[in-house]
């Protein structure tokens, strides 16, 4: 499987900035996600970040809160924009690969004070 | 859309044992049924898969089963071990890739 890394692993931040989250793959993917996974909680997606078209995004997510770049078939970000304490999560991308097959990023733990 | 109902939420079981964990689906169009464990502080990792034309899928110590007419699956541990315990994850898939996860179970295997 494709080798993801994101960066930052985590950081704390203050309410009322932004934070942009990197997704490098090593190899070219058809598709990538961003997900949020709230502790203790399952995963909820995002957003399906399209290479050289604005993002897909799920149902209770919007552009203005949380816009995502992608590109290129390597690499995607996602910033958290005008963070509150309830945007503290993980947030996680992922690739989709072999048609049904996707695999997750280490994950960024962000934390607002 | 898709839900998917998974129990139970915690499973505690004694090394060696076995550990069931199940799930239903509500969309009859489903066809894609990944597994993943989550280890603490880790990223969910793939670690068994199952597509609608296929009704057992074994590899190693796990197994996963699906009944389509029940619209119900589950993923099942032999011999169990602590590097086993974790948070499993199932999902139910319709549309290309995008899947829908179920609540997670946590397994906790005592030595």
């Known amino acids: 499987s494709a080798v993801i890394s994101q960066k930052p692993s985590r950081d704390i931040c203050q309410r009322g900035t932004s934070l942009t989250i990197q997704c490098q793959v090593d190899?070219?993917?058809?598709?990538m996600f961003w997900y949020r996974q709230q502790p203790g909680q399952s995963l909820t997606l995002i957003a399906t970040a399209n290479q050289g078209s604005e993002a897909t995004y799920e149902s209770g997510f919007v552009i203005d809160k949380f816009p995502i770049s992608r590109p290129n078939l390597t690499f995607s970000t996602l910033t958290v924009s005008n963070m509150s304490p309830e945007d503290s999560s993980i947030y996680l991308c992922s690739v989709g690969q072999d048609s049904d097959k996707q695999y997750f990023g280490p994950g960024t733990r962000l934390t607002v004070t | 859309g898709e839900n998917v109902e998974q129990h139970p939420s915690t499973l505690s079981v004694q090394e060696g044992d076995s550990a069931v964990i199940k799930c239903t689906y509500s969309?009859?169009?489903?066809?894609?049924f990944p597994w993943y464990k989550q280890e603490l502080g880790k990223r969910p990792q793939l670690i068994i898969d199952i597509r609608s034309n296929v009704g057992e899928k074994k590899d190693q110590r796990i197994a996963v089963t699906l009944n389509k007419t029940a619209k119900h699956f589950s993923l099942h541990i032999t011999e169990t071990q602590p590097e086993d315990s974790a948070v499993y994850f199932c999902a139910a898939r319709v549309r290309s890739y995008i899947p829908t996860f179920g609540r997670g179970t946590s397994l906790i295997v005592h030595p």
């Open positions: 190899s070219q993917v058809t598709m």
């Open positions: 969309d009859s169009a489903s066809n894609y």
